[in-house]
């Protein structure tokens, strides 16, 4: 269900970005964009390029004002009920996104936005799931259920061009609401927050996993220390690791529609499949780093900093030198093949991230996890209108391949400084304030 609700939170970012190019006329700032036929796959609206970047900005409006409060809410109400009023607002929201859409912009960034709130909670609550459930030898492969996320950037740009082509970019709204319809059923049948609560669960298994968490994970809430938090040197570098991971990330979910759109001139289909491209990558190497980690971790007694760190050069240093090769395009004009190449094996690396520092806050305070998840959302989900505005500036008189190297230049250099800091200042060892003072430890 964690690989299914991770699906969900890239269904309900993805398919927008795919319909915003069959709902706005674009403005041709280059004589290439002028010659593009915009076909007709529903109502077009008279967005200017401000506003469709605010559209495209909201969601994460949204998501970063959520994003800390919701990993409270995940330690304080629990993932279960916090994963499943907040799904069943984004479908209600995503329905009613299609009538109330038009020149005017202004509620369909409305619901945008309400989208975006709702989505803050899901991954603080997805890594409180995997630190109540998962015994510590086996949380490389508890990791691996977020590559729901990666698989949705593999499947829903295609669907959601075939969708478009053929019924209309509306139906790209209500089949996604009725996609997180079953999703929330089956939430509400499947999940619980603690393995000793859930209907499917034997009392023998809830009893190991309980055993082998060996009092790092106790049942309970207590306000969790974010002053200490802040203070920590190693959280410190963590959530900037994770800033520069999300900046490339949200470039591939979000602007590589566009890119391809604007810089290189694809068509919707084309677009939708190759924006699948990277995912492909993404899913296969997220597989692998997840299976070598945890294999690793089970057979051999390997210090987790040194696989930590050592991945950070697969996660953070190895993207950002890939990204700063597009800059390469102001001596020589790169190929789209050379491009999409470049663009798919930096995704490739990027998804260790997932045995890195996005898998860090379960070694810092698995107590606290969905607190610390949703501190780093927070900072991390201003890439969503940082990038949005510099790109803006960028192509204010001309939207090109060299442009667009000048904004992965920029993302490439905050993959290596987020890298090295984290190389230098991480840790892995379970912090003091960890400690849940005041709770009952959990009883099988």
Not at 78 to 83: L, Q, V
Not at 262 to 284: N, S, Y
Not at 352 to 375: E, H, K, S
Not at 406 to 414: A, F
């Amino acid at each position: 269900m964690i690989v299914w609700a991770s699906f969900m939170g890239f269904v309900f970012l993805g398919h927008f970005q795919m319909s915003i190019l069959a709902m706005m006329y674009k403005e041709h700032r280059n004589t290439t964009m002028s010659n593009v036929t915009q076909e007709d796959f529903g109502p077009r609206y008279n967005w200017t390029l401000y506003q469709e970047g605010q559209l495209i900005s909201a969601f994460y409006y949204g998501l970063s004002i959520m994003s800390f409060p919701g990993g409270i809410l995940a330690d304080l109400v629990g993932p279960f009920k916090t994963i499943l009023v907040t799904n069943i607002i984004m479908v209600i929201v995503t329905s009613v996104s299609v009538p109330v859409s038009g020149d005017n912009w202004i509620p369909l960034f409305t619901c945008r936005f309400i989208i975006g709130l709702c989505s803050g909670p899901s991954s603080p609550c997805m890594m409180s799931l995997i630190a109540k459930w998962s015994p510590p030898n086996e949380k490389s492969l508890f990791m691996s259920c977020i590559l729901g996320f990666i698989f949705g950037t593999l499947v829903t740009p295609p669907i959601s061009s075939i969708i478009i082509i053929h019924l209309g970019w509306e139906w790209s709204f209500y089949l996604t609401s009725i996609v997180g319809v079953l999703f929330v059923v089956a939430w509400f049948i499947l999940v619980s927050d603690y393995p000793i609560d859930n209907w499917f669960c034997s009392k023998e298994e809830a009893t190991f996993i309980n055993d082998s968490l060996e009092g790092t994970v106790i049942k309970g809430w207590m306000k969790p220390p974010i002053w200490k938090m802040l203070k920590s040197v190693p959280f410190i570098v963590m959530v900037m690791g994770h800033f520069g991971v999300v900046s490339g990330i949200f470039f591939i979910v979000v602007l590589l529609p566009k890119f391809f759109y604007e810089a290189l001139h694809f068509d919707l289909i084309k677009i939708g499949h190759m924006a699948a491209i990277p995912g492909v990558g993404r899913v296969l190497a997220g597989l692998l780093y997840g299976g070598v980690v945890g294999f690793v971790s089970k057979k051999y007694e390997f210090d987790k900093k040194y696989l930590r760190k050592g991945l950070v050069t697969c996660s953070h240093l190895l993207p950002g030198i890939f990204l700063l090769i597009f800059l390469f395009n102001f001596l020589f004009e790169f190929g789209e093949y050379l491009v999409l190449g470049i663009l798919v094996m930096a995704t490739v690396c990027t998804s260790a991230a997932m045995v890195t520092t996005t898998m860090n806050p379960q070694d810092l305070a698995p107590n606290f996890a969905g607190t610390q998840i949703g501190i780093m959302g927070l900072f991390g989900s201003t890439s969503g209108f940082i990038y949005p505005a510099i790109l803006v500036e960028l192509t204010k008189e001309k939207s090109d391949i060299h442009q667009w190297s000048i904004l992965l230049s920029i993302i490439g250099g905050v993959y290596l400084t987020t890298g090295f800091l984290f190389i230098i200042f991480g840790s892995t060892s379970i912090q003091s304030w960890n400690e849940k003072r005041s709770a009952i430890q959990l009883n099988v």
